[in-house]
């Protein structure tokens, strides 16, 4: 079992950038694939960018390479997703999951954990 708790979202400006932090709980956290996932308005929850487990192979969703970049901390029990270079259509609410596969899949049906959410507003 393993709770997540998103965090760093808000209001940023067009070409800005922002870094979301996801904290989890228990003991285990170091064996779980991360992945991050977000929701605009009236759409459907999309895959974004996930981190297997040790030795964290990380993949993108082709709109955001080069631009977001997911890395874990598992000393902390954190993943983090940088986002920069921001564009209004990364307006959405972000989504942490965690995989007990360890292996890093871009679909959400393979996260059997996830955060509330955190909204991330970009201003042109």
């Known amino acids: 079992q393993v709770q997540l708790v998103e965090s760093g979202g808000g209001v940023a400006q067009s070409g800005g950038s922002l870094r979301l932090s996801c904290a989890a709980s228990?003991?285990?956290?170091?064996?779980?694939?991360m992945g991050w996932f977000h929701q605009a308005p009236g759409k459907g929850r999309e895959f974004v960018a996930g981190?297997?487990?040790?030795?964290?192979?990380?993949i993108y969703a082709d709109s955001v390479k080069g631009r977001f970049t997911i890395s874990r901390d598992n000393a902390k029990s954190t993943v983090y997703l940088q986002i920069n270079s921001l564009k209004p259509e990364d307006t959405a609410v972000y989504y942490c999951?965690?995989?007990?596969?360890?292996?890093?899949?871009?679909?959400?049906?393979?996260?059997?954990?996830w955060g509330q959410g955190t909204q991330v507003t970009v201003s042109s």
């Open positions: 228990g003991r285990t956290f170091s064996t779980y694939a």
């Open positions: 981190i297997s487990r040790s030795p964290g192979r990380t």
């Open positions: 999951a965690a995989s007990a596969t360890g292996m890093v899949i871009p679909t959400k049906e393979q996260y059997g954990y």
